[in-house]
């Protein structure tokens, strides 16, 4: 499952969508929620599900990021929940090399990667990387947690993906966050599970 939460995302949703429908990776459900958009972003949307996109559509009044991203944990159908936000793009063999990392790593339960970060006209700005690289990282269950405290979120949310249970387990997203919920989300999971780094460049931010 492929969560998007909107807020006023008429600019960049159509990239963000279509790069989810490119996919190399076929087997997949968009769940978007709509946090009190007042643009065209529903009727963008309502566009993709008459075509026949497998998008299953949620509409709240504005309660904020927290509360959209769990919503959208809630209805996601699968056991692996992708995050791409309403302006960033997935390239298109992320969710192929994702699938093929969650194979390959069964003890980790939340995985990430690179990106690349652009400007509003797309142009390069750098690799997430190129700050803090985590690849060499113990991500282990404990370790990941004391190593986002040491270093700062060095996950990039647009490369995320995770196992449903255990976001379920540990009480999903805070909702009385405004800016850190991802990191704070972060957090908790690397308390209680590992984590596996991939330097794969996965999406565009």
């Known amino acids: 499952s492929v969560m998007i939460c909107c807020y006023n995302s ?5 990239e963000t969508i279509d790069s989810v429908i ?9 769940v978007i929620v709509n946090d009190g958009s007042t643009d065209s972003t529903e009727e963008i ?14 509409k709240q009044e504005n309660r904020g990021f ?7 944990m809630e209805n996601a159908k699968g056991d692996w929940i992708a995050i791409i936000d309403h302006d960033d793009i997935c390239m298109p063999n992320r969710l192929r090399s994702q ?12 995985f990430f990667g690179n990106s690349i970060h652009m400007n509003s006209n797309g142009d390069f700005i750098n690799y997430h990387f190129d700050g803090i690289n985590p690849t060499n990282f113990d991500l282990s269950k404990g ?6 405290l040491k270093h700062g979120c060095f996950i ?14 540990i ?7 405004k800016h850190v919920l991802d990191y704070e989300f972060f957090l908790r999971v690397g308390e209680n599970y590992s984590m596996y780094c991939s330097d794969n460049v996965l999406s565009k931010w």
């Open 22 to 30: 490119d996919q190399t990776y076929t087997n997949w459900e968009i």
């Open 143 to 148: 370790k990941a947690a004391e190593n986002l």
């Open 171 to 177: 009480g999903g997203f805070n909702e009385t966050y």
């Open 156 to 169: 990039d949310s647009e490369t995320v993906i995770f196992n449903k249970n255990i976001a379920n387990f």
């Open 66 to 72: 927290g509360a959209a991203r769990n919503i959208a």
């Open 45 to 58: 949307i309502f566009d993709y599900i008459e075509q026949g996109i497998p998008i299953s559509y949620f």
């Open 99 to 110: 699938v093929n990392d969650i194979m390959n790593n069964p003890k980790a339960s939340l």
């Open 10 to 14: 008429e600019q960049y949703l159509r």
